[in-house]
């Protein structure tokens, strides 16, 4: 039986805050056959992706007053180790050395993102960039994904900084 730990980021949101981190902080501390309870003014679907494919199952429901309790269980199906780096649309291959780099650490959203897309669109492909944000980029996978790139990600030791390695993808021509 899955033993929950509530977090209710309500007031964060209703300050005008952004309760990511603090979500995130919860679900790695999670210890074995726990999982979260999440109490939320909206159903957050964006979270369920991205606990989604850390290997969380959710059940979602609303509760008076618009707010939503979200149930995050630990997966039943096999998954890979959710302790290792995020890898999508490439192999396992060495890849080249970065040819920029990027500390995007000091910007708020949705200006990482807009800055790497930029960069990636005016590199050739092959070539891969580094960059360093202060957290995960969930809104960027799928955009590096629809441009045909490949990515590397995780967090730093320090646990706070998140960097992100992009190869940009073959077939497509840089920008003049």
């Known amino acids: 039986m899955t033993r929950f730990v509530d977090v209710d980021v ?4 209703r300050a005008g805050g952004e309760p ?3 979500i995130m902080e919860a679900v790695n501390a999670l210890q ?3 999982g979260l309870r999440l109490f939320a003014t909206f159903k957050p679907t964006p979270l369920l992706h991205v606990l989604g494919a850390k290997g ?3 059940e979602a429901r609303a509760l008076d007053g618009g707010d939503w309790e979200v149930l995050f269980s630990p997966s039943t199906a096999q998954r890979p180790d959710a302790a290792t780096d995020t890898l999508a649309g490439g192999d396992d291959t060495p890849w080249p050395e970065p040819r ?3 500390d ?5 959203p949705p ?3 807009v800055r790497i897309l930029v960069v990636t669109e005016k590199m050739a492909p092959g070539d891969v960039l580094s960059a360093l944000l202060c957290r995960e980029p969930i809104f960027l996978f ?4 629809k441009r045909g790139h490949a990515w590397r990600g995780g967090f730093e030791p320090d646990g706070v900084t998140y960097k992100v390695l992009i190869r940009v993808g073959a077939g497509r021509e840089p920008a003049k």
Request: proline letters at 14%.
């Open 104 to 108: 995007n650490r000091d910007l708020d």
């Open 111 to 113: 200006e990482p993102m």
């Open 56 to 58: 969380f199952e959710h």
């Open 100 to 102: 920029q780099h990027m």
């Open 142 to 145: 799928p955009e590096l994904a």
């Open 32 to 34: 074995p056959g726990e």
């Open 10 to 13: 309500r007031p964060i949101l």
């Open 20 to 22: 990511f981190d603090k």
